[in-house]
């Protein structure tokens, strides 16, 4: 926006100089063309009035007005007459405009080109026999005389004009930028602030506001946006709270019950019972699974945390610390391929990448089948860090693929237990929350790989 407002004010301002400034440069032009034409004219009708008198005082006069013309201006004098007079001026060369003096006692200006002027002017006018009591225009044409007046000054001096004005119009239209750049930076500020609110908001920080400041519109748009941000706020903490309570009230039921069957179990002979117990106490599991799912699919959907800069490789290896006996148990071996740099950072909600990891290491040893091995590898590319799980399990179709980060869909594993399929769901919410993204291909060598990207915290510059 302040390169557009930037651009906008240096346009208007340059039309106004154009408007301006050009016409004056125009006129100033033709001012200096049309003097130049009337003085050396002037000059010229002057010594053709001497050409005239043809007598001795007017020859010599016009001789030594012509030296002087010469020595003092770029133009140069010549002339042509009946009577001989002036012998020691050049004589102009037969052409149209001489025809045009000696024949019609026309005087022409010829600037040598339509395009505003040539190399030199050339000015012919006709010199009329001087008699007493007669008028000069009717008198007969006894010469001419030619000033050839060379134009190198007055080029000089069109450049001088347009010159001097181009270079004010530069220097206004720098000033203008300048101008233009603080007073952007000055009406964009209350927008900047508005900016700067929504993107804290974005990353999950419901505390930010923003100041009322700047034109009454901006402040009215600053004061809605901070009511909504107060009230969404609000309904947080209210979700927070419920699920906060909805994790108490329904593990606690779900516990005692799980108590009752098992101790059920332990006092009944009949096999037939125990059974139905045991199958009990699975469906019990799974709800348990089923409700810590949910749970925590609501806390990432609720966003209550921004994303800040998180060790990666202290993260991976006590996951993986927390795993390898469960993994041991069934003979599974998990293996970290690639050193991770311990001082790699990403931008995670705190807990968020645990449960993430957590999530697919549980699908992963679900799926693998005994004495095969989960392999985990990371890197860096670019502004991104790859952490990529890759397992030895019957893999997955394009079709269960595109339905895998659906809730509640569930593929079954090689153990025969099913998930409560809500696991890749909170993997996808809580890393496309935080600015990543997660996907699922298929791992070489068979089995399946689920590749998680997450945006790369910048280093400190010490």
């Not at 240096?10 to 049309?34: G, N, S």
């Not at 201006?73 to 037969?94: F, H, K, N, Y």
């Not at 108490?248 to 019972?273: C, K, Y």
């Not at 005994?370 to 893999?395: F, H, K, M, Q, Y």
Request: glycine fraction near 8%; aromatic fraction near 4%; charge should be negative.
């Amino acid at each position: 926006m302040n390169r557009q407002l930037i651009r906008s004010y240096i346009l208007l301002v340059a039309v106004a100089i154009f408007l301006f400034t050009v016409p004056v440069a125009f006129t100033l032009t033709q001012q200096l063309r049309d003097d130049t034409a009337v003085s050396v004219r002037r000059e010229a009708a002057t010594m053709a009035l001497l050409l005239g008198n043809d007598d001795t005082i007017s020859c010599d006069a016009l001789e030594q007005m012509a030296r002087a013309y010469t020595s003092e201006t770029p133009g140069s004098v010549q002339a042509t007459a009946a009577g001989g007079c002036a012998p020691d001026l050049p004589r102009p060369r037969r052409d149209a405009a001489l025809t045009r003096a000696l024949e019609d006692g026309t005087p022409t200006s010829d600037w040598g080109t339509d395009f505003i002027w040539g190399r030199q002017l050339v000015v012919t006018v006709p010199a009329r026999e001087r008699t007493a009591g007669q008028d000069s225009r009717r008198s007969p044409v006894v010469g001419a005389v030619r000033i050839v007046y060379g134009t190198s000054d007055m080029t000089a001096r069109f450049w001088q004009i347009w010159g001097f004005r181009a270079g004010l119009a530069v220097l206004v239209l720098a000033a203008a930028a300048a101008i233009g750049a603080f007073a952007a930076r000055r009406i964009t500020a209350p927008l900047r602030e508005l900016n700067a609110m929504a993107s804290k908001f974005s990353d999950g920080d419901l505390t930010a506001r923003s100041p009322v400041t700047g034109p009454p519109e901006t402040q009215t748009l600053a004061r809605t946006l901070n009511q909504g941000a107060e009230r969404l706020d609000t309904l947080v903490a209210s979700q927070r709270i419920f699920v906060a309570d909805a994790s108490h009230q329904l593990r606690t039921p779900l516990t005692a019950l799980r108590l009752s069957l098992d101790n059920i179990a332990d006092g009944v002979d009949d096999e037939f019972v125990r059974e139905d117990v045991e199958q009990a106490t699975a469906e019990v599991v799974r709800m348990s699974r089923l409700v810590n799912g949910l749970l925590v699919l609501a806390r990432a959907e609720a966003k209550v945390t921004a994303a800040e800069p998180l060790p990666v490789r202290d993260i991976v290896d006590e996951r993986l610390t927390v795993w390898r006996p469960a993994a041991d148990e069934r003979g599974v071996t998990i293996a970290l391929r690639e050193s991770i740099d311990g001082r790699l950072l990403v931008m995670a909600s705190p807990g968020a990448l645990d449960q993430v990891l957590d999530n697919v290491f549980s699908n992963a040893l679900e799926v693998s089948p005994d004495g095969g091995t989960i392999t985990v590898r990371a890197e860096a590319r670019g502004d991104e860090v790859v952490l990529s799980v890759l397992d030895e399990g019957p893999g997955m179709s394009d079709a269960d693929k595109s339905r895998a980060f659906d809730r509640f869909w569930r593929g079954q594993g090689l153990t025969g237990r099913s998930g409560s399929g809500l696991g890749l769901a909170v993997v996808r919410q809580l890393v496309t929350d935080d600015g990543g993204t997660v996907s699922l291909r298929d791992a070489p060598g068979g089995g399946l790989c689920v590749e998680i990207r997450l945006r790369a915290a910048p280093r400190s510059a010490g």
